[in-house]
């Protein structure tokens, strides 16, 4: 494989040595944008325009999800999960309520209303707050102030597989003054077949989101906008986990006020203030054969802000950010004894915690000249943790005695990158160093089963901060016709925080192995390659090609869990007038680093063929846009690395969305 890879490395570096053409003036960062597209461009561009915003994050090489059902997965960035990576709406901070991850915050926005998904690397994404392997901010479609009245969309879809029904509209108001924007999407699908037609029990949902968005401009440099998103799943199974959800709410509300000051040197200052309440609760009561019926729901509260301002001097240009936020975090277990003379049995899984965070962000990109580009920034925040919980305290006394009921960290990072682009070739070097404070689940969980290894976790509130070096290059050509770029990122992460046998303590779980106490390694290592190319072959097809390779070793050289293989897309995308066509081909190598003392087990590789075809039917101020598809043409019955317990994606699947809009 490591020679496979090797070979194919050499290949595209030597068809992009070949090329020479003029001069570029554009400087090149780390930073990746998935460009999902304004509204009237989103579905004449996308393969499934319909789909879940899942599918639409893994078209990012930075970017894998963990599933554990048909719905809410949980995306990874460079293949770390959501501990150590910052996923953000519009800049706003929240935090999921749900111990067992089912609510991640990309669940939170539908496709419909999302124009696009900023995606960095490592150190480059702590505007926001304190990350480790990346973030990703997602960014909902605005009409601005413009006279163009009213306008609309109807979004309907249906898919065979799981008798999956969509349905949706959007609609908008703008004029030079005001605007308002509104979006609702329902979505509702039974279990879906993997391949063979075998149906995966429990993999059914069912979820509604509504969002609005409104804008004044008072002057033509001040403008105030309000924005609110109401998300409520039910019903919703997850085959990978012994539980399923019987509710999921979210309530995301905020208000921004914008200028732009008439000066020379900067350029806008924005200040926003934000708000949001997580509701999730776990169900057993559709489940056969439950040992004792359990209740766990959890609440996650959030009020937050954050003021930005963006400016240029001379050769610089900078970006400030200070920003602060308290959350409330909350989850509790309630056990029911199969005989009804025996005690009901309760405890905090998260001691209702309560987390204040402050931080500032400072930014700088120098342009040397038009070749080259130095990016610099770096942040500094206080971390506090206090368990608002007496009860809660004392349940983690009972394995950590001296634990304070208040812990404060101080987080730290920086960043610098080089950029250099030439005769249509970029260049990017970059270091980075960054630090993170222990997740709720780390410091203060309490008796959390983790079904992938079947251990009861227990959080350590004396852990010290996650602490990590990394470097980063990438290396690109670009001409008429020819793309292609080689990136690479290294990550070496002290105090590596995991989980470690405590074979004195006994499980709270029935049919658990034992109990794990978060602990943290010397040190653990990741690596990342990832190798994409586009060739446009005629003036109307093009064909794109994605590699991806990763390793991930703790510091005993043992593998880390949920490390993608060598995984592989390639795409014939066809355009004619308002006819578009997509062939493609998508799958993994086999596992074989896979690590057994985390819980994991081989996966073996697969391929899968997808195809669509969709028109855009116009007539005068309306527009129809029909595609169609079929996914995993040929059945396969097959599961990823990411795929939790290894419960296998969907086998073949046909796909109609139709949108109508005005």
């Given amino acids: 494989m490591k020679k496979l890879i090797f070979h194919i490395i050499l290949m595209l570096t030597s068809v992009i040595l ?125 009409s601005n102030f413009s006279e163009t009245g009213w306008n609309g969309a109807l ?91 019987s509710l999921a709410e979210a309530l995301i509300t905020s208000l921004k006020v914008e200028y732009k000051p008439v000066s020379k040197h900067f350029k806008n200052w924005e200040t926003k203030l934000y708000y949001n309440a997580i509701t999730h609760k776990m169900d057993d009561t559709k489940r056969p054969f439950v040992p004792i019926h359990m209740d766990m729901p959890g609440w996650s509260d959030t009020f937050g802000g954050y003021s930005k301002i963006i400016g240029t001097y001379k050769k610089h240009h900078f970006q400030a950010n200070l920003n602060s936020f308290y959350n409330r975090s909350k989850a509790e277990m309630t056990m029911y004894p199969s005989d009804p003379n025996e005690n009901l049995m309760f405890m905090y899984t998260w001691p209702d915690v309560r987390t204040f965070y402050t931080g500032l962000f400072l930014e700088d990109r120098y342009e040397f000249n038009c070749h080259t580009a130095l990016h610099v920034n770096a942040s500094i925040g206080n971390h506090n943790n206090e368990v608002a919980s007496e009860f809660g305290l004392q349940s983690i006394q009972i394995f950590y005695p001296n634990v304070a009921k208040s812990t404060n960290r101080i987080l730290k990072s920086t960043a610098a990158s080089l950029a250099y682009t030439k005769n249509n070739f970029d260049y990017v070097f970059g270091l980075g160093y960054g630090e993170r404070a222990p997740s709720v689940s780390e410091g203060y969980g309490f008796y959390l089963f983790n079904s992938f290894d079947r251990y009861d976790y227990i959080g350590n509130p004396h852990l010290k901060n996650e602490k990590s070096f990394e470097m980063n290059a990438s290396f690109g050509y670009k001409n008429k016709k020819f793309s292609s770029k080689i990136a690479g990122s290294y990550f070496h992460i002290s105090d590596y925080i995991v989980g470690k046998v405590n074979p004195d303590a006994l499980p709270m779980t029935i049919g658990a192995s034992g109990i794990k106490e978060y602990t943290a390694l010397s040190y653990a290592e990741i690596f990342n390659l990832d190798v994409t190319a586009e060739y446009q072959l005629l003036n109307s097809l093009k064909w794109k090609n994605q590699l991806v390779y990763s390793l991930g070793n703790d510091n005993n050289k043992e593998n880390l869990p949920f490390i993608s293989p060598f995984r592989y897309t390639s795409t014939l995308a066809y355009k004619y007038n308002s006819f578009t066509a997509e062939f493609s081909v998508q799958g993994n190598a086999q596992q074989n680093q896979f690590a057994p003392k985390y819980g994991e087990d081989n996966t073996p590789g697969y391929a899968i063929l997808n195809c669509n075809a969709g028109y855009i039917f116009r007539l005068e101020k309306t527009k129809l846009n029909a595609r169609m598809g079929m996914e995993n043409i040929l059945d396969t019955k097959y599961s990823t690395f990411a795929d939790w317990n290894n419960i296998p994606r969907r086998g073949r699947n046909v796909f109609l969305n139709v949108t109508f809009s005005l």
């Fill in 155 to 245: 979004h309907s879809g249906y898919e065979t597989n799981g008798n999956y029904k969509i349905i949706g509209t959007a609609i908008n108001y703008s004029k030079t003054k005001f605007y308002l924007d509104t979006d609702f999407m329902y979505r509702d699908a039974d279990n879906y077949k993997a391949g063979n037609n075998e149906e995966v029990a429990f993999s059914q949902f069912r979820k509604f989101n509504i969002s609005g968005t409104s804008g004044f401009q008072w002057d033509k440099n001040k403008l105030v906008e309000a924005s609110i998103i109401y998300d409520k799943a039910t019903d919703v199974g997850y085959p990978a986990l012994p539980m399923d959800v």
């Fill in 18 to 142: 070949t090329a020479q053409e003029k001069d570029s003036l554009k400087t090149t960062s780390l930073n990746e944008v998935i460009v999902i597209g304004k509204k009237t461009e989103l579905h004449q561009k996308q393969a499934k325009p319909l789909t879940s915003i899942d599918d639409y994050l893994q078209q990012s090489n930075k970017i894998t999800m963990i599933k554990r059902g048909g719905y809410a997965w949980e995306p990874v960035i460079n293949n770390m999960a959501t501990e150590r990576t910052l996923v953000t709406i519009e800049g706003m901070r929240i935090f999921g309520a749900c111990t067992d991850k089912m609510d991640p915050i990309t669940s939170y926005v539908e496709i419909s209303n999302l124009s696009e998904a900023n995606v960095t690397s490592g150190q480059q994404g702590t505007c926001h707050g304190a990350t480790i392997g990346g973030a990703i901010d997602l960014k909902r479609n605005r």
